[in-house]
């Protein structure tokens, strides 16, 4: 069955970069489907982060668009998160997920298991 | 941007009872070409990233059981847990995917009375 997996520093000094990749096992992204990126400050809610097709199209949250950059590398089947400028506002889970249909906007039905991310000095 | 407002912020139900749970979008997430509401409900439990319980407001995902339902049109969304078991303790949180940015419901949390 499809699955995913978030990988990546669990912290990140402020001001740097946060770099995750998802890494998609039993389905290969350039197959189709859109991918996206999201996350949950401790005790809250969720955020969507943005969205990516195969091919490199990318669909970012208009509040994050100007720090973030999603990037897909379909020959190791997977799909990158960078978030720059951090802040402690930025500490959350993050989560990778897969979009239930082909719609660019739509609901997440596989999602990763989650990695907490801490922006502290 | 479409805020979701959820209602209650936390209920407990006894075990067997219904839990009701509210959703109201700040707009319509009716789209009326189609005629489906663009609206999800996730249930997510301690550590575990959400699950995909309703899509369309009312589609119940594959293997959910169908003691939850969903209804509601336009900006008012009801999740409804028929008969409470113990392992639906969690989080439900409703989802636009109307329009960018997708948003997300501040969270239900539901605990055993």
């Known amino acids: 069955q499809v699955q995913l997996q978030e990988s990546g520093p669990g912290l990140v000094k402020p001001s740097e970069t946060l770099s995750l990749t998802c890494t998609v096992s039993?389905?290969?992204?350039?197959?189709?489907?859109?991918w996206g990126w999201l996350r949950q400050p401790p005790g809250k809610g969720l955020e969507w982060i943005g969205t990516?097709?195969?091919?490199?199209?990318?669909y970012y949250n208009p509040s994050l668009k100007s720090r973030v950059t999603i990037s897909v590398d379909t020959s190791k089947n997977h799909f990158s998160l960078r978030l720059n400028s951090v802040t402690a506002a930025d500490t959350a889970v993050y989560y990778c997920?897969?979009?239930?249909?082909?719609?660019?906007?739509?609901?997440?039905?596989?999602w990763g298991p989650g990695t907490m991310v801490t922006v502290s000095s | 941007d479409i805020v979701m407002t959820q209602s209650p912020d936390s209920l407990a139900v006894s075990l067997g009872e219904r839990a009701t749970i509210n959703c109201k979008s700040s707009?319509?997430?009716?789209?009326?070409?189609?005629?489906?509401?663009?609206l999800a409900w996730y249930q997510q439990k301690p550590g575990q990233p959400p699950k995909l319980l309703i899509y369309?407001?009312?589609i119940r995902e594959s293997g959910v059981p169908d003691r939850f339902s969903a209804s509601g049109s336009g900006t008012d969304f009801t999740l409804t847990i028929s008969s409470l078991q113990a392992e639906d303790v969690a989080v439900y949180f409703c989802q636009q995917y109307y329009s960018s940015p997708l948003t997300f419901g501040g969270g239900t949390k539901v605990a055993i009375e």
């Open positions: 369309w407001a009312s």
């Open positions: 039993g389905y290969s992204i350039s197959s189709g489907f859109y």
């Open positions: 707009q319509s997430v009716l789209y009326s070409s189609n005629n489906k509401n663009y």
């Open positions: 990516i097709y195969h091919s490199g199209s990318t």
């Open positions: 997920a897969r979009v239930v249909r082909s719609m660019v906007y739509d609901a997440f039905d596989i």
